[in-house]
């Protein structure tokens, strides 16, 4: 009787390891990769993950890529770095036709995984639908819906995927996001992220952290040796229509050696004329405005570093040009005070040294300021021999 009850128990155990397997055999689990759109947000492309129940007949795709913009503070989360994003589930149908009308590419890798593996992955998407389990504190580099999805399959699978580098030796986050940025003619974008990402955006990534972007994580999942397949099979659903691309001459570099060489020819006309000229009220009028914009975006970047959760905002190098006093001097430009001359004395001095240190310095600057330090420079030395 004893060996009876050992086989009834043996056969109690293998009951929920043998419906794992059959609810596993009848899935399909697949990763999607989606190329970059035209809108900043997009720019980076996006990740989800497709569920295939033969059974069911249901085709549902997990997107953890989803926030709510009528969240009450929404814009001042977003700002702090608190704002909560959560997972979602739709119909592939649907998902399909939504990148589709934006002319985005749609790649599928259907991963290669036992059935018991697919069965814990769809439980543990289901469960992360529930409402106390579906948001979590977005991240763009550490914890963003690609990261997400490579913690799924790091976890339920195997994790050697993640040891793998799809990038060149030595790359860093600022020069993994310069990439995109530059395919899709975002120079506007990419000075303003330059300008508000600080030292840490150029350290070194891990292989794992290079996975941040959709497209690394799908290369990562591709390059794997043969010890460990991770796909089973790889196909385009939709291939991105070409289109023309834009050339916009109006980028930064040139737009603020436009704006410099106008200042100079502003203030070389007001010294050829005597008494309180016109073009002498214009550029004093231009001096306030200049100081306080760039002393207002000192104020923002130290709040960036100080008061947001934003880990990459921090030891910003842009503050030795847009140093926060100058929002208070900025009404000084036109005083004869000592004090006043010496500090903008004290700023020349400052601007020459970044200048001359600029691409040398460990925080990549973004050289389409080169014109507007020139100009911060020269309005500070004539008011400091004025």
């Known amino acids: 009787m004893h060996w009876i009850w050992c086989l009834f128990i043996g056969?109690?155990?293998?009951?929920?390891?043998?419906?794992?397997?059959?609810?596993?055999?009848?899935?399909?689990?697949?990763?999607?990769?989606?190329?970059?759109?035209?809108?900043?947000?997009?720019?980076?492309?996006?990740?989800?993950?497709?569920?295939?129940?033969?059974?069911?007949?249901?085709?549902?795709?997990?997107?953890?890529?989803?926030?709510?913009?009528?969240?009450?503070?929404?814009?001042?989360k977003f700002v702090q770095g608190k704002l909560l994003y959560y997972v979602s589930v739709e119909n592939f149908s649907n998902f399909k036709y939504d990148y589709q009308?934006?002319?985005?590419?749609?790649?599928?890798?259907?991963?290669?995984?036992?059935?018991?593996?697919?069965?814990?992955?769809?439980?543990?998407l289901n469960d992360n639908l529930k409402p106390?389990?579906?948001?979590?504190k977005y991240d763009f580099f550490f914890d963003n819906c690609t990261t997400r999805l490579r913690d799924i399959i790091k976890k339920q699978h195997d994790s050697s995927f993640c040891k793998r580098s799809v990038m060149p030796a030595h790359s860093r986050f600022r020069q993994a996001i310069h990439e995109y940025l530059d395919k899709n003619d975002k120079d506007w974008s990419k000075l303003g992220i330059d300008i508000l990402l600080g030292l840490p955006c150029d350290g070194l990534m891990t292989p794992e952290q290079e996975q941040f972007l959709p497209d690394n994580l799908?290369?990562?999942?591709?390059?794997?040796?043969?010890?460990?397949?991770?796909?089973?099979?790889?196909?385009?659903?939709?291939?991105?229509?070409?289109?023309?691309?834009?050339t916009n001459i109006f980028n930064p570099f040139t737009v603020f050696?436009?704006?410099?060489?106008?200042?100079?020819?502003l203030d070389f006309f007001s010294r050829k004329q005597t008494g309180f000229t016109l073009a002498k009220g214009i550029l004093t009028g231009l001096d306030g405005l200049i100081f306080f914009l760039t002393g207002?975006?000192?104020?923002?970047?130290?709040?960036?570093?100080?008061?947001?959760?934003?880990?990459?905002?921090?030891?910003?190098?842009?503050?030795?040009?847009?140093?926060?006093?100058?929002?208070?001097?900025?009404?000084?430009?036109?005083?004869?005070?000592?004090?006043?001359?010496?500090?903008?004395?004290?700023?020349?001095?400052?601007?020459?040294l970044l200048l001359i240190s600029w691409f040398f310095?460990?925080?990549?600057?973004?050289?389409?300021?080169?014109?507007?330090v020139l100009l911060l420079l020269y309005r500070s030395a004539r008011i400091a021999r004025a």
Request: aromatic share 14%; hydrophobic share 45%; proline share 4%.
């Open 101 to 124: 009308s934006e002319n985005r590419g749609i790649t599928e890798q259907v991963l290669q995984l036992s059935a018991e593996e697919k069965s814990r992955i769809r439980i543990f």
């Open 132 to 136: 106390e389990n579906k948001f979590y």
């Open 296 to 352: 207002t975006l000192g104020i923002i970047l130290i709040f960036m570093w100080l008061g947001t959760d934003h880990s990459m905002c921090k030891n910003n190098f842009n503050l030795l040009w847009a140093f926060p006093p100058h929002f208070i001097m900025a009404f000084f430009v036109n005083s004869k005070k000592a004090w006043v001359k010496k500090y903008f004395g004290f700023n020349s001095a400052l601007l020459i």
């Open 361 to 372: 310095l460990p925080q990549q600057l973004n050289p389409g300021l080169i014109p507007f």
């Open 218 to 246: 799908m290369k990562s999942l591709d390059s794997s040796n043969q010890q460990h397949l991770y796909v089973a099979s790889e196909k385009q659903l939709y291939t991105v229509i070409p289109t023309p691309a834009d």
């Open 257 to 265: 050696s436009l704006f410099l060489l106008f200042v100079v020819l």
């Open 11 to 76: 056969l109690l155990m293998q009951l929920p390891l043998n419906s794992h397997a059959q609810e596993g055999s009848r899935l399909q689990i697949s990763l999607l990769t989606c190329t970059p759109g035209d809108e900043l947000y997009s720019t980076f492309g996006h990740s989800a993950i497709r569920v295939i129940d033969s059974n069911s007949v249901t085709d549902l795709v997990y997107n953890y890529g989803t926030f709510n913009f009528d969240d009450e503070g929404f814009y001042l």
